[in-house]
């Protein structure tokens, strides 16, 4: 009790363009934050196409400099207009940085105490050639993939499905449909979610979904966060209500069902 809340993790996949990404991100982040919630956005990508480098924001301090002991723990969190915090987990191809045991476990405490200090973290994520995470921590809490309408979109979603399954074993991983309509989106969701139960024994959670609005478009000319510019559009709406979603407390994943039953066994 003494402890604290610990804070919601959800490490976001996709498979749409970056652009797509850093837009479901930021808007996203900037709509929890608005509703009152302590938020952090990390680009834990280990590419060039992740939301800092969507934001210009490749140089600079990361995690990485923390572990390096280069920098304080505090130096690394930017502070977004919007009204949450912005860090990127490291500048170098995180791979590298796991070749050397002591970097990679002062990385994995550095990543421990900052999402300790937040209320909801969002991460920028990206499977390696390994399919691994570039923190192991992230394999245990939540994972949606993001997927559009898209057949090609929809193909690759299941496929990272499939990459995760093998290699985290059972549970259970978020959807959330963008560029689609509420009826399309559920469309998208039921034929995955059938798919995956069907054929892995997954279990897919509907996460919610963003319809296709040129608003995004107009409000990130603008740089700022649909809601805030235009409150009344589309997917202003939806991301309003995704931001309700994401607000209330995750189900553990020790906590569904099928994994209540093997702990037993």
């Known amino acids: 009790m003494l402890a604290g809340p610990k804070p919601r993790i959800v490490t976001f996949l996709s498979a749409t363009p970056a652009e797509d990404k850093s837009a479901l991100l930021l808007n996203l982040s900037a709509s929890l934050a608005h509703a009152g919630n302590d938020v952090l956005l990390m680009d ?9 480098a969507h934001l210009g924001m490749s ?8 572990a390096r002991q280069e920098c304080a723990l505090d130096q690394v969190t930017r502070q977004m207009p919007q009204g949450f915090g912005m860090v990127a987990l490291a500048r170098e191809h995180l791979r590298m940085a796991r070749q050397h045991p002591d970097e990679a476990r002062l990385l994995v405490k550095a990543f421990d105490l900052l999402v300790k ?34 057949a090609d979109s929809i193909k690759t979603a299941y496929c990272v499905i499939k990459r995760l399954n093998a290699k985290l074993g ?18 998208v969701y039921d034929n995955m979610a059938e798919a995956a139960r069907r054929y892995l024994a997954v279990e897919l959670k509907s996460m919610g979904s963003v319809p296709a609005d040129d608003h995004l ?18 997917a202003s709406v939806a991301f309003r209500r995704l931001a309700g979603r994401f607000s209330s407390p995750a189900v553990p994943i020790s906590d569904y ?9």
Do not use: W
Request: with cysteine; net charge negative; glycine share 8%.
């Open 44 to 52: 834990a990508s280990p590419s060039s196409r992740g939301v800092a």
């Open 59 to 66: 140089h600079g301090m990361s995690l990485q400099n923390v």
């Open 117 to 150: 200090q937040s209320g909801i973290v969002l991460v920028d994520g990206e499977l390696d050639a390994d399919d691994d995470f570039p923190i192991p921590a992230l394999s245990r809490c939540e994972i949606v993939v993001q997927v559009s309408g898209n």
């Open 170 to 187: 059972h549970r259970p991983f978020g959807i959330l449909v963008t560029g689609a309509s509420e009826n399309e989106a559920k469309v």
């Open 217 to 234: 478009r107009r409000a990130a000319k603008l740089g700022r966060s649909v809601t805030d510019a235009f409150p009344l559009a589309r």
């Open 257 to 265: 069902p099928e994994n209540r039953l093997m702990a037993h066994l």
